[in-house]
């Protein structure tokens, strides 16, 4: 196979950054954007008014979007810590469920539908290296899609980034910006089956601050479901920079926690990487997120061998991918620089990329 390589093919501005976007039926682009709203968005040339449409409004930041094809509808998370169950045909809401009392950081749908995870986490000041305190509830939830009822309750050490359900949907993982990684076997009833603890992926203890300094942003389980990666942000001497190293690393549990790989030195920059996303076809990814120091915020890596294929400044803040289920387009989505309150100006971006390979 050739090395893969991405083609742009067009450019979509929307109100607010984008948080998080999903493909619905005959991949229809849905996004959760800063401004609370969630936007049907059209990829074809707009001849009258305007490329997207919103359809559901949170009361604070919209941070996920999820397509459940099995009943035909959309889940969205905010920072008012609701989930909404949203008729896309009908554009309307029919369903709200009080998931959190702070903010809903990351959601994620189960492969089979049937399940929704979701994360929360407020941080506060446990200790005199600014450690954090202990979660005031549980900072993992996971949720009946046809129901809405809770299924499962975890804890963690907040603040609770990432979550994801591996590709035969029986277990699940968490991270949070401690470089902590909590993983459970669903189908034993939420067994806790492994604890990965990485220094790497963050500065909490050098630097005594309430800052974020580093995490784990993004989770994606391998193809075989044998090894997880990890994405962020490595640890950082100046946190309000965001100079950490562009960061994954890849972990097995099987027989003990194993670090396997890593991005080469050589290879990454500095910055915040905020989104990873396999390939269909299982032989590479793609890590995407804020460049600080460098010449990319989106590459492919190889699954096999760890190295980078392509790489590319997008050009603005990446914290949504998706893979068309085809393989041939990437969708990235953030936002550029917002400027000033002021000024009337859409920030938000989706981008498409053809995938050469």
């Known amino acids: 196979m050739n090395s893969p390589s991405l083609k742009k093919a067009k450019e979509i501005k929307l109100p607010s950054h984008v948080l998080d976007l999903t493909l619905g039926k005959d991949n229809q682009i849905y996004a959760a954007c800063l401004d609370g709203g ?39 998370g905010s920072y008012d810590g609701d989930l909404k169950w949203i008729d896309p045909a009908e554009k309307k809401e029919t369903k709200t469920v009080k998931a959190h009392n702070f903010w809903s950081w990351q959601s994620r749908l189960s492969p089979d539908d049937s399940l929704l995870a979701t994360t929360t986490g407020q941080y506060l000041c446990g200790g005199y290296k600014y450690e954090p305190a202990p979660e005031t509830e549980p900072s993992v939830k996971v949720f009946d899609i046809e129901t809405g009822e809770l299924r499962h309750s975890f804890p963690h050490t907040p603040p609770v980034q990432s979550v994801a359900f591996s590709n035969n949907g029986k277990l699940l993982a968490a991270g949070n910006l401690m470089g902590e990684v909590i993983l459970w076997d669903l189908s034993q009833n939420g067994k806790e089956i492994a604890r990965i603890k990485t220094p790497d992926f963050t500065g909490w203890g050098i630097i005594k601050g309430h800052y974020y300094t580093g995490g784990v942003f993004a989770l994606h389980f391998a193809p075989d479901d044998q090894s997880l990666y990890l994405a962020g942000m490595g640890s950082t001497t100046d946190p309000a920079a965001g100079n950490g190293k562009q960061l994954w690393q890849k972990f097995t549990w099987k027989d003990g926690v194993k670090k396997e790989a890593a991005a080469a030195d050589s290879e990454i920059g500095e910055g915040l990487m905020e989104t990873l996303a396999f390939h269909p076809g299982g032989k590479f990814f793609i890590m995407a997120g804020r460049i600080f120091k460098g010449d990319w915020n989106a590459a492919l890596f190889d699954h096999e061998s760890g190295s980078k294929l392509h790489h590319q400044n997008v050009g603005f803040r990446i914290s949504a991918s998706t893979f068309t289920p085809d393989g041939k387009t990437l969708y990235l989505a953030g936002g550029a620089n917002q400027g000033r309150p002021s000024e009337e100006k859409k920030w938000g971006r989706i981008v498409i990329y053809e995938v050469i390979s």
């Open 38 to 76: 969630i936007y049907e968005v059209s990829a074809k040339l707009k001849l009258l008014g305007e490329a997207y449409k919103e359809i559901a409004r949170h009361d604070n930041y919209a941070s996920g979007v999820n397509w459940s094809a099995a009943r035909n509808t959309l889940i969205s």
